[in-house]
T-cell receptor, first 113, second 113 residues
Framework: AQSVTQPDIHITVSEGASLELRCNYS??????LFWYVQSPGQGLQLLLK??????LVQGIKGFEAEFKRSQSSFNLRKPSVHWSDAAEYFC???????????FGTGTQLKVEL | DGGITQSPKYLFRKEGQNVTLSCEQN?????MYWYRQDPGQGLRLIYY???????QKGDIAEGYSVSREKKESFPLTVTSAQKNPTAFYLC????????????FGEGSWLTVV
């Protein structure tokens, strides 16, 4: 079955430190890949997406993600975290038709000042 | 402004009552979706519609119903048959022109007492 796994439920980093959130997918073919961010009680905001081509994708708010086919991974990174980055982050994947988006269970990011 | 509007933001209902959540989009997107979010479980797909007057069940459709009479509107009814309806509900729509990217509304909190 198609699935998306985010191994880390909670992550705490200090402000200014680097960040990497992990995401692995299990699909027959390379899916479309997305990262979303959610603040408490709000909808999801798209950070970045990967469809094909360059495996390093730049997104909004200084985030980037790298697609690694050999590891079936699409990890999200940020060189220097800001306190306002504290939120929940979701990795998601969709097949080529894009009809259904499958989500990971999310990673809650806490930023220590 | 273009976007996805969900209403109401907060809704309280007594057990056994049906309730309808509204979702309207002015993005001219063909496909629309309803997701349910519970803590620690990520987002799960309830129903989706790819075109007017057509919709398909998602992974957790039992106890829910939808209609798609207009392109702009995709209301979700939570029926009394849904055993655990208290949750955060998110509506979304898909933009085919940007690689099938899915965008979300701000969500609706439903509490059944």
């Amino acid at each position: 079955a198609q699935s998306v796994t985010q191994p880390d439920i909670h992550i705490t980093v200090s402000e200014g430190a680097s960040l990497e959130l992990r995401c692995n997918y299990s699909y027959g073919a390379t899916p479309y890949l997305f990262w979303y961010v959610q603040s408490p009680g709000q909808g999801l905001q798209l950070l970045l997406k990967y469809f094909s081509g360059d495996t390093l994708v730049q997104g909004i708010k200084g985030f980037e993600a790298e697609f690694k086919r050999s590891q079936s991974s699409f990890n999200l990174r940020k060189p220097s975290v800001h306190w306002s980055d504290a939120a929940e982050y979701f990795c998601a994947a969709a097949t080529g038709g894009g009809n259904k988006l499958t989500f990971g269970t999310g990673t809650q990011l806490k930023v220590e000042l | 402004d273009g976007g996805i509007t969900q209403s109401p933001k907060y809704l309280f209902r007594k057990e056994g009552q049906n309730v309808t959540l509204s979702c309207e989009q002015n993005l001219n997107h063909d496909a629309m979706y309803w997701y349910r979010q519970d803590p620690g479980q990520g987002l799960r797909l309830i129903y989706y519609s790819q075109i007017v007057n057509d919709f398909q069940k998602g992974d957790i459709a039992e106890g829910y119903s939808v209609s798609r009479e207009k392109k702009e509107s995709f209301p979700l009814t939570v029926t009394s048959a849904q055993k655990n309806p208290t949750a955060f509900y998110l509506c979304a729509s898909r933009d085919r022109t940007s690689g099938n990217t899915i965008y979300f509304g701000e969500g609706s909190w439903l509490t059944v007492v």
